[in-house]
T-cell receptor
Framework: NAGVTQTPKFRVLKTGQSMTLLCAQD?????MYWYRQDPGMGLRLIHY???????AKGEVPDGYNVSRLKKQNFLLGLESAAPSQTSVYFC???????????????FGQGTRLTVV | EDQVTQSPEALRLQEGESSSLNCSYT??????LFWYRQDPGKGPEFLFT???AGEEKEKERLKATLTKKESFLHITAPKPEDSATYLC?????????????FGTGTKLQVIP
């Protein structure tokens, strides 16, 4: 059972380049999330999805787009990378249970992105 | 605005020296408070969920407690393998969406 897998693990981009981060989960979870983690700041939500075909904005969505075409995958896109997007990106998934959404989240290993 | 503050930022303990980490929060409509452990270069790993004041949960050397304003993560007789960053997060109702706010974490180092 792999859980939540993120691809790639590391990436260096030049300013203005685009890229897509892939998150795949094998737990059949409904909800998926993309966070960024920066030194001295807590994890901040970029975008999230409550089911296949749905997406919604989180706290810091500017400069990012997402898609959830398949239930198990959640893609995060950077159309034109900026140095301010240098960060560690985490994907997470959770499964609401018995009508409750406050269930534990499972995180991937992270993608360390540097924009130069 | 929901706020989560963790203290101390860093804590250095001798092996066997018990201590507590604090997570104070300001939210309306708390649905749950989570503790996660994060090792360097890895994603957060779930430890506990607490739902209401007075609730306690234990796992090995860790015990989490919750009041209406804060949560404590008590570490009893820690071992070097307990060294990690411990993250607290609160989930609360926010405009029809259950928002999760993370603290910045406490970095724990346990010295043999």
């Amino acid at each position: 059972n792999a859980g939540v897998t993120q691809t790639p693990k590391f990436r260096v981009l030049k300013t203005g380049q685009s890229m897509t981060l892939l998150c795949a989960q094998d737990m059949n979870h409904e909800y998926m999330y993309w966070y960024r983690q920066d030194p001295g700041m807590g994890l901040r939500l970029i975008h999230y999805s409550v089911g296949e075909g749905t997406t919604a904005k989180g706290e810091v969505p500017d400069g990012y787009n997402v898609s959830r075409l398949k239930k198990q995958n959640f893609l995060l896109g950077l159309e034109s990378a900026a140095p301010s997007q240098t960060s560690v990106y985490f994907c997470a998934s959770r499964q609401p249970t018995g009508g409750r959404e406050d269930t534990e989240a499972f995180f991937g290993q992270g993608t360390r992105l540097t924009v130069v | 605005e929901d706020q989560v503050t963790q203290s101390p930022e860093a804590l250095r303990l001798q092996e066997g020296e018990s201590s507590s980490l604090n997570c104070s929060y300001t939210v309306s409509g708390l649905r749950g408070l989570f503790w996660y452990r994060q090792d360097p270069g890895k994603g957060p790993e779930f430890l506990f969920t607490l739902y209401s004041a007075g609730e306690e949960k234990e796992k090995e050397r860790l015990k989490a407690t919750l009041t209406k304003k804060e949560s404590f993560l008590h570490i009893t007789a820690p071992k070097p393998e307990d060294s990690a960053t411990y993250l607290c997060a609160v989930q609360a109702e926010s405009g029809g969406y259950q928002k999760v706010t993370f603290g910045t974490g406490t970095k724990l180092q346990v010295i043999p």
